[in-house]
């Protein structure tokens, strides 16, 4: 069964900092992997993707997520954070079966950014 | 990227009520939807999948009679919370996949009095 962990609930960093979200994943197969974005009262924006291609994956806004087999982990990063990339982050997972495909989501990580 | 609607955005009403909540692929047909539920500083909680032309399946402990879901279209999925209660307030999502991406409508914040 597949199964998303995300470490640490909140996240605080100040403007101009490395944003590291970092994610977990276990999967039966090969998964699909995303990170989300969500504002408060908004639906999930999708930010990237990994679907078996390219390791590293950029996405959106300068954010960036490495997936790394051996560690069975997809970290979302940013260079420098922005007051706007205050946010909450919700990393998933996505199996293909016979039944279609069912997509699991991280307990999110709520990204602080201090000026 | 594709793009899903959902409406209302936000509803009010009364205990006993029922709410229709619709959500839309607008520029996409998707012959699958999904909808979630989330509380206030927590994950999505997958509550169903709605199959265009045949029936949801419900996650466990997901009422069937109390959320009723209807496909009618491939581009419109319907979720109907029946006689409502206050602890059915909450934020529901929807979402239609994409080429392997789950592409999620704006969501729609149910309060009931």
């Known amino acids: 069964a597949q199964s998303v962990t995300q470490l640490g609930s909140h996240v605080s960093v100040s403007e101009g900092a490395l944003v590291l979200l970092r994610c977990n994943y276990s999967s039966s197969v090969p998964p699909y992997l995303f990170w989300y974005v969500q504002y408060p009262n908004q639906g999930l924006q999708l930010l990237l993707k990994?679907?078996?291609?390219?390791?590293l994956v950029k996405g959106i806004n300068g954010f960036e997520a490495e997936f790394k087999k051996s560690e069975t982990s997809f970290h979302l990063t940013k260079p420098s954070a922005h007051m706007s990339d205050a946010a909450e982050y919700f990393c998933a997972v996505t199996e293909r079966n016979t039944g279609g495909f069912k997509t699991i989501f991280g307990a999110g990580t709520r990204l602080f950014v201090k000026a | 990227g594709a793009v899903v609607s959902q409406h209302p955005s936000r509803v009010i009403c009364k205990s006993g009520t029922s709410v229709k909540i619709e959500c839309r692929s607008l520029d996409f047909q998707a012959t699958t939807m999904f909808w979630y539920r989330q509380f206030p500083k927590q994950s999505l909680m997958l509550m169903a999948t709605?199959?265009?032309?045949?029936?949801?399946?419900?996650e466990q402990g997901v009422e069937k009679d109390k959320f009723l879901i209807n496909h009618a279209s491939l581009t419109l999925s319907t979720l109907t919370v029946t006689s409502a209660h206050p602890e059915d307030s909450s934020f529901y999502i929807c979402?239609?996949?994409?080429?392997?991406?789950?592409?999620f409508g704006p969501g729609t914040r149910l309060t009931v009095l």
């Open positions: 709605s199959n265009e032309g045949s029936k949801a399946t419900y």
């Open positions: 979402s239609a996949p994409a080429k392997d991406t789950q592409y």
């Open positions: 990994y679907t078996s291609a390219a390791t």
